[in-house]
């Protein structure tokens, strides 16, 4: 039956393979299991083709408009931020606990350099796929359940696949740089994120049964099947939590021993804050070649900076002295903590936590106006270098996983 329309519930969004030739897990062998990313509320992308005008002398027309480049196409997409599950999927190296042992993936979170995964040589947890599953029109993606117990029927494909997935229509975007990643908290509002990727590539396939991951044959611009085959796996979350700004907290203190608020003039133990946004923005370098039609990577162009903006409500004030904090080059470190909403509990539980260290200060403005209370805007930066962990930004918390994430984070490829 034709569609009419695609709405929100028809629509799906997961991880794939990152390496070059896709990931064939010893679990299934020659099946990669995709990753569903959790809570994602908007998703747009697009293509944009690069074209030159090719004119000669006694000719008023254009005689053509070829494309010499490779095109553009963007991938976009925000989710309601419940953990750094979503994050830890796409490569991001972050401090976890999750499963029966909760033991933490790093006994320091200061030795998690976010990025790291980004700069191994085999690129492993920066470039890679994402499918979009597309359901029939009046039709969830999300309509089964996993209802074994954690580790049982694991093992074998029908244990693991969604039914439907031979109905789905699938959008492939390929070769995909993370190159914006950005959160998001405000007052009376739950905490988002939204992500930015640059793809190489779009293929759609009309049924998720029997589909292969496809790598791109830069050379003559041509997708090549690698004879893996990818698994939609059924709908599986223990609970479904989200994250309030009101169950969040945000504390900034001096890297050094003196306080800041000395030197600026605000205390800022006094300090109502009322909204936090993170932004780590990814340049990337296009490297072609005159052999190949596409260009052969895009690896990240250093340094990284990661900005912060932090917005409150100023209590009280303290002297202070703008030339002493410019000239001592004050450096501050900021966390922010996350409690997982829970009906039995109004604080919830501490899941998530956020650190900046050593960062600099750009800019402090105030703001004064009839009928609003006078509040204060900080804006800072830290550049995040992996071979230097006593600065730099780093994620730690529990992963709210379901059963088949629990079953590839046991398997060491929640992750790839």
Request: aromatic share 10%.
């Amino acid at each position: 039956m034709s569609r009419n329309r695609i709405i929100y519930q028809n629509e799906a969004l997961y991880a794939g393979p990152s390496l070059k030739t896709g990931i064939a897990t010893g679990v299934l062998l020659g099946h990669h299991i995709l990753k569903k990313i959790d809570n994602v509320i908007a998703a747009t992308y697009g293509i944009n083709i690069e074209r030159q005008d090719i004119m000669q002398l006694g000719s008023e027309g254009i005689l053509a408009r070829p494309s010499f480049k490779s095109p553009v196409l963007d991938l976009q997409f925000s989710y309601l931020f419940n953990g750094f599950s979503n994050e830890t999927k796409l490569g991001l190296n972050t401090n976890f606990s999750t499963g029966n042992d909760n033991v933490p993936r790093y006994n320091d979170t200061f030795s998690a350099a976010l990025l790291s995964g980004f700069l191994r040589k085999d690129r492993a947890r920066d470039k890679r796929d994402f499918f979009m599953a597309l359901a029939d029109e009046g039709e969830d993606v999300f309509n089964g359940t996993m209802d074994s117990p954690y580790g049982n029927n694991l093992t074998t494909l029908t244990g693991i696949i969604e039914n439907k997935s031979p109905t789905f229509d699938i959008l492939n975007f390929q070769d995909c740089y993370l190159t914006k990643y950005n959160m998001s908290i405000e007052t009376n509002k739950i905490v988002t994120c939204n992500l930015s990727y640059l793809a190489s590539n779009m293929m759609v396939f009309v049924s998720g049964s029997g589909l292969n991951v496809f790598t791109l044959d830069k050379k003559n611009k041509t997708a090549v099947k690698t004879g893996i085959n990818i698994v939609i796996p059924k709908f599986s979350r223990s609970t479904e939590n989200i994250i309030l700004s009101n169950s969040c907290t945000l504390s900034i203190t001096p890297t050094g021993s003196t306080p800041v608020s000395t030197d600026i003039g605000l205390s800022l133990n006094d300090a109502k804050f009322s909204s936090f946004n993170l932004d780590i923005n990814l340049e990337r370098y296009s490297l072609s070649s005159i052999s190949h039609k596409m260009p052969l990577d895009s690896p990240i162009k250093f340094p990284v900076i990661a900005s912060f903006s932090v917005k409150g409500i100023q209590g009280d004030a303290l002297s202070g002295d703008y030339l002493s904090f410019i000239n001592a080059d004050r450096k501050i470190d900021l966390s922010v903590s996350m409690n997982r909403l829970r009906l039995d509990s109004p604080k919830g539980d501490l899941s998530s936590k956020i650190f900046i260290k050593k960062a600099t200060v750009n800019s402090i403005f105030f703001d004064s106006s009839i009928g609003s209370n006078k509040s204060f805007t900080i804006q800072g930066q830290v550049d995040l270098d992996s071979s230097d962990l006593s600065k730099g930004l780093f994620f730690s918390g529990d992963l709210p996983t379901g059963i088949i994430e629990e079953f590839l984070l046991k398997n060491q490829i929640l992750d790839i």
